[in-house]
């Protein structure tokens, strides 16, 4: 879902994130039962969705570029006028923050609390 989004940005804006890490992409849980999915379509195909959707947050140092023409950027952030519009730099971030993310398998009753101190 994050390649996704990244990649239709992309495509379709310029977007570029410039300051992606695995501490600006969240999970939202979607509801339980029902008919509860939530639809990415690109073209004539389409991912479905029924357990968890993908947010990327701040977007202090991003840049979009509208049909238009016109950029958008943080004025409060005058550097970010100055960088490159570089998407591979945001699939790298991604990459390597997926690359270091070690799944940990917790058995039944296990709260999640790594602390030994109890």
């Keep these: 879902q994050t390649l996704f989004a990244l990649y239709t940005a ?4 310029e977007f570029v994130h ?3 890490h695995l501490k600006n992409i969240l999970l939202l849980a979607l509801p339980h039962g ?3 999915v939530a639809t990415f379509t690109l073209g004539e195909r389409a991912w479905y969705c029924t357990r968890h959707v993908v947010k990327i947050t701040d977007f202090g140092l991003s840049r979009i570029r ?3 023409g016109e950029q958008l950027y943080n ?3 005058p550097l970010t ?3 490159e519009l570089c998407w591979h730099d945001d699939v ?3 990459a390597a923050g997926f690359g270091a993310l070690r799944i940990v398998a917790r ?3 296990d709260d999640g609390d790594d602390d030994d101190d109890d």
């Design 66 to 68: 509208l049909e238009s």
């Design 18 to 20: 410039c300051d992606l």
């Design 10 to 13: 992309q495509l379709y804006h």
């Design 107 to 109: 058995g039944a009753g």
């Design 75 to 77: 004025e409060k952030r």
């Design 81 to 83: 006028e100055l960088l």
């Design 92 to 94: 790298a971030s991604v």
């Design 34 to 36: 029902g008919a509860r």
